[in-house]
């Protein structure tokens, strides 16, 4: 399909039609972007004149570019205008356990690691509380960045008892999983594991690394993963840039004892590894 100019979906907007202004206007805006396929950082025209063009009042304008900033679809920068966003890096909550490395490549992208800290250290209080071991045990730390076609998206701190992968400090992480590492090389398979989310502000770091400004969000993810004997595996805390990431949930539902239930907890146990 060729491009059309905005003026041509003018006629979109009916006013004798009982669905709101701003729903119509949003459908054509929506059909404007795809139709001419408009690109991250390209502009929309401002709100004059998008009043002028559909004869439509400047509050369902900005309500109509609301809905859509809400959406992801766009965003707006104060003085300059509604400018097409940048399209989010999609992973699953879903119910199986891959890590970061291995969800990105099947989505077609490329990631990578900028390997920050990768050494041996003893657990402090919390570290050993997380993996169930005695304080001051060896643990292997490894902190990254993770990377998405060159672009910094996941600040991942990963903890593992050193006595179950001694030699991996040595390993190069840039661009391999350390999940597929853990299972080809020292044969450790996580059985299953508890996630956490929620919402926080970056510090003046996290900002620095992920080359953020203080006011995006963080998506932080917090796990523990547990071999089948039940041993803890693996703990880490990550942090996802809110402006670049979105999470998709897949829920099923399956009959046990007659019944249906949603094997998706509340405490969001099927969130896809950093790792």
Do not use: W
Not at 138 to 146: A, G, Q, S, Y
């Amino acid at each position: 399909m060729t491009n059309i100019r905005i003026e041509e979906l003018a006629r979109d907007i009916n006013k004798d039609n009982p669905i709101p202004y701003y729903i119509q206007l949003k459908a054509a805006l929506l059909r404007y972007i795809e139709i001419n396929h408009l690109n991250p950082e390209e502009q929309l025209p401002g709100e004059h004149d998008l009043c002028k063009i559909f004869d439509l009042s400047r509050t369902v304008i900005r309500q109509t570019l609301s809905v859509l900033e809400q959406e992801g679809v766009i965003v707006r920068k104060k003085g300059k205008g509604a400018f097409i966003a940048s399209r989010k890096i999609t992973e699953s909550l879903v119910q199986k356990l891959t890590g970061f490395h291995q969800d990105m490549t099947e989505r077609g992208v490329t990631p990578s690691s900028k390997v920050l800290i990768q050494k041996v250290v003893p657990a402090n209080e919390l570290i050993s509380e997380k993996l169930k071991i005695t304080y001051g045990t060896p643990v292997l730390v490894i902190e990254r960045l993770r990377y998405i076609n060159d672009e910094p998206i996941v600040l991942v701190t990963t903890f593992l008892p050193y006595q179950i992968c001694m030699g991996i400090e040595k390993e190069d992480l840039t661009h391999q999983s350390l999940y597929e590492l853990l299972e080809t090389k020292y044969n450790i398979v996580i059985a299953r594991g508890e996630r956490t989310i929620e919402a926080v502000l970056p510090s003046k770091e996290q900002c620095r690394l992920l080359d953020i400004t203080k006011d995006v969000p963080l998506i932080k993810l917090e796990s523990i993963s547990y071999l089948s004997s039940g041993a803890p595996m693996e703990y880490y805390y990550a942090f996802h840039r809110g402006d670049k990431s979105r999470f998709k949930v897949e829920l099923v539902r399956v009959e046990e004892r007659g019944k249906l239930k949603t094997p998706l907890s509340n405490n969001f146990n099927d969130i896809p590894e950093s790792n």
